[in-house]
């Protein structure tokens, strides 16, 4: 009798339980990376905003207002809150093409100013909860969207810690 060549039932689901195995370690690798890109984007985009609110500052002696929603206002003459995504500009000067956005829809981006408008603190969500940028408490007091925020710059004269007044 002639012994039949191939593969044991065994040895087929063996060798689907390894690929199972390296597809939902590779896919979960990929999604820390796509994580940690969509936070390296927030992080720029609020070094951008930081520059244009200097640039602001530089012109009008004053940072512009923050609204009770964490919008800026500064847009058109300066009275009006722009829309995250909406260009920030005042009576023809564009201080940011295009404020940021953030890539996620279940979060935004908070900024605020204290009453005197001389200091500000702009927030955003990083969703790679092992980022060294997020503080050892975990979160600040502001709201991103779905949950709160838990990364932040502020103007050279305050923390991002800092209860602004």
Do not use: H
């Not at 004053?62 to 847009?75: F, L, M, R, S, W």
């Not at 000067?93 to 900024?111: E, G, H, T, W």
């Amino acid at each position: 009798m002639e012994k039949m060549k191939g593969f044991t039932l065994f040895e087929i689901l063996l060798a689907m339980a390894i690929l199972g195995i390296i597809s939902v370690s590779g896919f979960s690798a990929y999604t820390v990376s796509l994580q940690k890109a969509r936070d390296s984007g927030r992080k720029k985009a609020l070094q951008s905003m930081q520059q244009a609110l200097e640039s602001y500052q530089n012109d009008y002696g004053v940072y512009p207002a923050g609204d009770e929603e964490g919008k800026v206002v500064a847009c058109y003459t300066g009275n009006r809150s722009c829309e995250w995504g909406e260009e920030m500009a005042v009576n023809g000067r564009v201080y940011m093409q295009k404020l940021p956005i953030d890539p996620s829809v279940a979060y935004s981006m908070f900024y605020r100013t204290d009453t005197s408008r001389s200091k500000y603190q702009i927030y955003a969500r990083l969703e790679n909860a092992n980022d060294p940028a997020i503080p050892d408490a975990g979160s600040y007091d502001v709201v991103c969207g779905r949950a709160n925020c838990n990364y932040g710059i502020s103007s050279a004269n305050a923390g991002v810690e800092d209860v602004l007044q």
